[in-house]
Nanobody, 127 residues
Framework: QVQLVESGGGLVQAGGSLRLSCAASGTFSFYPMGWFRQAPGKEREIVAAISRSGSSTYYADSVKGRFTISRDNAKNTVYLQMNSLKPEDTAVYSC?????????????????????WGQGTQVTVSS
């Protein structure tokens, strides 16, 4: 069983930065990870994903160039560095773990591929 706990959310002004962390219990380094977000009245969307080795990453077009996903397998933690934040980035951000046995460069952008989810952390960007 894997438990994921996010931290680092909060209120920030537009143009500011936040760093989200997702700490995992149990086996972590074998699996790809993803960050998703859901704003009120909107569907959940993929923000970023990273392969188990960290060598491959994905970013949604809306965050490309502003957000960076990374992982520290020794610390069982995945991060999302968010810079140049915009009001439209306001959402609940959740990390997720995909237990698909796969190559070191694999990741998925589909929420249904992920087996474990954190409780989410609120990010609010004021204008």
């Amino acid at each position: 069983q894997v438990q994921l706990v996010e931290s680092g959310g909060g209120l920030v002004q537009a143009g500011g930065s936040l760093r989200l962390s997702c700490a995992a219990s149990g086996t972590f380094s074998f699996y790809p990870m993803g960050w998703f977000r859901q704003a009120p009245g909107k569907e959940r969307e993929i923000v970023a994903a990273i392969s188990r080795s960290g060598s491959s990453t994905y970013y949604a077009d809306s965050v490309k160039g502003r957000f960076t996903i990374s992982r520290d397998n020794a610390k069982n933690t995945v991060y999302l560095q968010m810079n140049s934040l915009k009001p439209e980035d306001t959402a609940v951000y959740s990390c997720a773990l995909d237990r698909t046995p796969a190559s070191s460069t694999y990741y998925s952008t589909a929420a249904q591929s992920y087996d474990y989810w954190g409780q989410g952390t609120q990010v609010t960007v004021s204008s």
